[in-house]
């Protein structure tokens, strides 16, 4: 059973600092990783995709993957109350018929 | 504006009565998928179809058939609807199982069943 862990949150941060999303997976073989955002009511909405170790930076949105580790992370810089909304990680499993996994998805909240 | 249409919007039904949610993509993707989204159960894949004239099970594909009509639409049917059965319902799609660019979702069928 594949699994994607989200375990930390709800989240709440105040205005203009940095928000730390965290997600580790269970497939070992996994090859690519997806951040979406769901605001409240609304459908999911992709913000960063990642398939190789290291950073990858979007505007203020960096995606971090420790493939080692199984563990992919999102970082929110200057947050915004407009960043309110529940984050869902997705993993991809290895051979080109594996399907996306979600994990439960953490609540950020951005205090003004 | 293209994307992924579903419809309807909302619905009421009654245990046992059917339905069928629609989808429809105009982005010319290959594969389209039926996920359910329940309060602390994240996204369920309830069915998918990975090219026009294949369909697979998902997760908790029990209670649903599908059919993919054609290259843009894949719906989604619920013979003798259930409680359990209330959920959100969002369709997706990517240009193939791959999915390199993840997958773009419709804006969902919020389904109460009583």
């Known amino acids: 059973q594949k699994e994607v862990e989200q375990n930390s949150g709800p989240l709440s941060v105040p205005e203009g600092a940095i928000a730390s999303l965290n997600c580790t997976y269970s497939?070992?073989?996994?090859?690519?990783f997806f951040w979406y955002r769901q605001y409240s009511g609304k459908s999911p909405e992709l913000i960063m995709f990642?398939?190789?170790?290291g950073d990858k930076e979007d505007g203020r949105f960096t995606a971090q993957l420790n493939k080692a580790s199984q563990y992919v992370s999102l970082l929110i810089r200057d947050s915004q109350p407009s960043d309110s909304a529940t984050y869902l990680c997705?993993?991809?499993?290895?051979?080109?018929?594996?399907?996306?996994?979600f994990g439960k998805g953490i609540t950020l909240s951005v205090r003004p | 504006n293209a994307g992924v249409t579903q419809t309807p919007k909302f619905q009421v039904l009654k245990t046992g009565q059917s339905m069928t949610l629609q989808c429809a993509q105009d982005m010319n993707h290959n594969s389209m998928y039926w996920y359910r989204q329940d309060p602390g159960m994240g996204l369920r894949l309830i069915y998918y179809s990975a090219s026009e004239g294949t369909t697979d099970k998902g997760e908790v594909p029990n209670g649903y058939n599908v059919s993919r009509l054609n290259k843009r639409e894949f719906s989604l049917r619920l013979e003798s609807a259930a409680p359990s059965q209330t959920s959100v319902y969002f369709c997706?799609?990517?240009?193939?199982?791959?999915?390199?660019?993840?997958?773009?979702f419709g804006s969902g069928t919020r389904l109460t069943v009583v």
């Open positions: 497939d070992r073989g996994s090859q690519s």
């Open positions: 997705a993993v991809k499993g290895r051979g080109a018929n594996s399907k996306l996994t």
């Open positions: 990642i398939y190789s170790n």
């Open positions: 997706a799609s990517s240009e193939a199982l791959l999915g390199v660019y993840g997958y773009t």
